[in-house]
């Protein structure tokens, strides 16, 4: 299959060549032995590691390697395959979770590309799986021509607006996944006196909402495991040594899994 990747510095298309991707322009870009390709040029970085540490992707590796979030894997991956799209894009793919199993649901005419800004979650990525596309790259200015993707995916990762709306051909569909109302409820009940209910993202501008479903699931999670959830979560800085301790003390807990997928289509006049 023909890689569709534009140059991150001029915008030209990239073509193939042996190992290197290169445009009219001499920008090129070489593959990682993973089997990965950098396209975030060193000049366009904020820090010199963006993205999640390693610490934050080993977590995530050894939860990930259970089944506990396999039900939302295999709603995301159904849900897009039944699109048929021709083009799929999953804007902040991390480790590759959700992707190979979106890559493994369409058809294998279908283009499936991950691109994240953490080389350590891209690494991991591609050297697990081979079937999708996977770059070093910003999802704030993805290396792709503008509507070139029949899906984009947002899964627990920031929505770039302008972005989403650029790289979704007219009739596309923006997917969105979040927190659910009551996601890891119990275990914010720890570190918190008065738990909120997670709300309703807000619709994008310039999309509308299509279909909004709750998928939920409440499961015993062993001791161990609900670390490496709590280190691959936003609250993971709240947690002491006190609570990881008040963990151990079982051997399994209840956590409540829930999440909203959410459907957006562009605004056309």
Not at 222 to 230: P, T
């Amino acid at each position: 299959m023909t890689l569709d990747y534009r140059c991150p510095i001029c915008s030209e298309p990239l073509s193939q060549t042996n190992n290197t991707l290169g445009c009219i322009n001499r920008h090129q870009f070489d593959f990682a032995k993973e089997g990965y390709v950098n396209l975030l040029p060193v000049q366009f970085k904020r820090s010199k590691q963006p993205g999640d540490n390693l610490d934050m992707v080993q977590a995530r590796r050894a939860f990930f390697a259970t089944n506990h979030y396999a039900f939302l894997q295999q709603s995301l991956a159904r849900l897009v395959a039944s699109k048929t799209p021709k083009a799929v894009i999953d804007l902040g793919c991390g480790e590759g979770f959700y992707t190979q199993a979106i890559a493994t649901a369409v058809t294998d005419s279908t283009a499936v590309y991950g691109l994240d800004i953490s080389k350590p979650a891209v690494k991991y990525a591609a050297k697990r799986y081979t079937k999708p596309n996977f770059s070093v790259a910003s999802s704030k200015d993805a290396p792709f021509k503008s509507e070139y993707a029949d899906v984009v995916l947002s899964i627990f990762a920031p929505v770039f607006t302008q972005e989403s709306a650029r790289l979704l051909q007219p009739d596309g569909t923006l997917i969105v996944v979040g927190p659910g109302p009551k996601h890891l409820f119990e275990l914010k009940q720890k570190i918190y006196d008065d738990v909120r209910l997670h709300e309703a993202p807000e619709c994008p501008e310039g999309f509308e909402v299509v279909e909004q479903t709750l998928v939920e699931d409440n499961q015993s999670v062993a001791s161990d495991i609900v670390e490496h959830l709590i280190k691959m979560t936003p609250f993971a800085w709240k947690f002491k040594d006190s609570h990881y301790n008040e963990l151990a003390q079982r051997k399994a807990h209840n956590v409540t899994f829930s999440f909203l997928i959410t459907q957006y289509k562009k605004i056309t006049e």
